[in-house]
């Protein structure tokens, strides 16, 4: 079975600038995370897609972050305009049941 | 307070020692526990889940919880190199497919040859 896909896996973009990462799920999978890893800390979930709808972007910084997930498979989650507390590892994982299983991430340094 | 504490680390132990990894929580509502497992650059794979108080084994992992005290372990027997990685609880009041997981800080952990 494939794993959670991710595109890019790197990102250097200067503050300001816009950003967008990509997220295929597994196969069949209907709920869809986005998560913030900041160096030394635990994954922050960002938003939670349940196949096209959002169930949770509690925590997602609306007046710059954006996602959307396309007919309930992939998914993009956008930047506009970047800040530098922006540098972080975005994670994006998929689950059928408990547990989730996740993607390699993409990491973004802001400058 | 933050709702999941975990210590950071880091741990250095020699090649066979057991290990232990805590977390500690506040949320009561937490049922499901859950401990990944990130390798340098890589993303979080789940190791082990477990459901309310007790003890659960994995080859040479046992995860254990105790909801009285809200406090779960990790136990690394016979570790290994290849276990040098970044340990990270996670937590959740459902088990359906959809409930929000509250990870720790992570620990991180080098086995030395």
């Known amino acids: 079975e494939a794993g959670v896909a991710q595109s890019p896996r790197y990102k250097i973009i200067e503050k300001r600038q816009s950003v967008a990462f990509w997220c295929n799920p597994i196969s069949g999978h209907a709920t869809l995370y986005w998560y913030q890893q900041i160096l030394g800390q635990g994954p922050k979930l960002l938003i939670q897609f349940q196949n096209n709808g959002v169930v949770d972007d509690s925590q997602l910084p609306k007046d710059r972050f954006s996602a959307e997930r396309l007919k309930g498979v992939d998914s993009t989650l956008k930047i506009q305009p970047a800040k530098l507390e922006d540098s972080a590892v975005y994670l994006c994982?998929?689950?059928?049941?408990?547990?989730?299983?996740f993607g390699p991430g993409t990491r973004l340094t802001v400058t | 307070q933050k709702e999941v504490e975990q210590d950071p680390g880091p741990l250095s132990v020699p090649e066979g020692a057991i290990v232990s990894l805590n977390c500690t929580y506040s949320?009561?509502?937490?049922?499901?526990f859950m401990w990944y497992r990130q390798y340098s650059r890589k993303g979080p794979e789940l190791l082990m889940y477990?459901?309310?108080?007790g003890n659960k084994e994995d080859g040479r992992f046992t995860a254990q919880v105790d909801k009285s005290s809200k406090y779960i372990s990790l136990f690394i027997r016979d570790s290994q190199p290849s276990d040098s990685a970044t340990y990270l609880c996670a937590m959740s009041a459902s088990e359906t497919s959809g409930s929000r997981l509250t990870f720790g800080e992570g620990t991180q952990l080098t086995v030395n040859p």
């Open positions: 477990t459901y309310s108080s």
């Open positions: 949320n009561s509502a937490f049922q499901y």
């Open positions: 994982a998929s689950s059928l049941v408990l547990g989730q299983y």
